[in-house]
């Protein structure tokens, strides 16, 4: 996939988080060691590594649930679909009921359970929001792929039905107990997380789109995640979180905060301004890597010049040294989401694989004059992508097989849908 662009920094950014995560991938079939971590630099002996990639850690040698379900769009993007089937069925099939149906949090890149996190059955690192966030990812790259196994997969499918009945509690007694939310640097008790909410809520969702790609009813799921926002709206008041004997808890919790209008949970103006005063100012988390979710967050809400700020000072900030030793770029979840954020964030392309369509929508901020990008990769071919302004965009569909419905938005609400054959070019202008 390339990208051109009037904006040089945005070209450069993009060309260096689509070298630097095709670096963190590794085909399967790859000998390397595995148990590999801070405190066992060597690691316990060697295995034959799954198809698979980098997610955490880059001196630990393997892939986390957390990561990989915020880098799974931008490994897709960049041609690593069957590393994404290996790694999802992985998690999924480690939801096991000894496990209490909740996936081990992280595994070699052979597939076996890494060590640092996992102890035994009762014993390894869980967090309330990977659980729901997977049932979403499945959602998401069963749209980008249309592969039929993340919607007819009994591993896949028999996860989701599991984790769905699942509570978003814990008891928050540390993170091999399992704990309510992502910041688990806070050390609050909390039962219950704004993140760990807002991610069942979009769970239901996403069950939602899944259920009906089956042929089911749907409408449960949605009315499930209705009842999860009136609950919000009504009992929560401000609140991110509630602790183990029901007190709430207030002000800025980081993850615990926006994931919320991260997830769609809630959507005003003056708390999303909060987030970004918050997060750029003194409730800033120390890991650039919890930074990756804010460009997210702002695209959700229409606010593409916040969040290409974001994008910027992320990508700016790759050099400098990471909390956890090394430089922040060598955290793999910068490269990955920058990846997916210029695609489908600043682009704003939204894939329909299993009905071989796609919307666009341009979000380039003032000081982009144009952007293209080429070898999306969209079902059982793939696009070129360009906008000039929110003014006109143009679709190459590079495909040999598939025709494509297209529809594409500009910023003003309009929207033009077409139809694409193979090989096709079409500009549609604004108005």
Known sequence: MHLDSSH?????????????????????????PVNVDERCPHGTGEGVYLPSYWAGYAHRSGFYLRDFVHQAAGAHLLGLAEANLTMARRF?????????????????????????????????VREVPAVFELVECLAELH??????????DPVLRD??????????????????????????LSGEPLAVAGDGLAAQYAAHLAMAALARARGEDGDRFEARAAELRRHYERDWKG??????????????????SWFMPLKGLRDDAAYLDYVDEQAAGPGRPVNVEAWTYLPDV?????????????????????????????????YPEVSFTLVSQVVAGLLGVRPDAPANALSTLSRLPPEIGWAAVTGVPIGRGSVAVRHDGGDATTLTNLSGQV??????AFPDGSATTREVPPGATVTVVRG
């Open 8 to 32: 040089d920094e945005l070209v450069a950014m993009f060309a260096w988080a689509r070298d630097r995560a095709l670096r963190w991938a590794h085909p399967g079939g790859t000998r390397g």
């Open 92 to 124: 999924a099939a480690s939801a096991t009921a000894e496990h209490g149906h909740r996936p081990v949090w992280a595994f070699n890149f052979d597939g076996s359970y890494l060590s640092i996190d996992y102890r035994g059955p009762g014993e390894f």
């Open 143 to 152: 749209r980008w792929t249309g592969e039929p196994a993340y919607v007819h």
């Open 159 to 184: 996860y989701c039905a599991n984790a769905i009945m699942l509570p978003a509690t814990a008891r928050g007694s540390g993170i091999f107990e399992g704990v309510a939310s992502y910041n688990e």
């Open 239 to 256: 609140a991110r979180g509630f602790t183990l004997d029901g007190r709430p808890v207030t002000g800025w919790g980081a993850e615990n």
């Open 298 to 330: 702002f695209f959700r809400h229409g606010r593409p010049g916040t969040a290409w700020r974001w994008m910027r000072e992320i990508f700016n900030a790759r050099t400098a040294v990471h909390v956890a030793g090394g430089l922040n770029g060598d």
């Open 403 to 408: 025709t494509y419905t297209w529809t594409a």
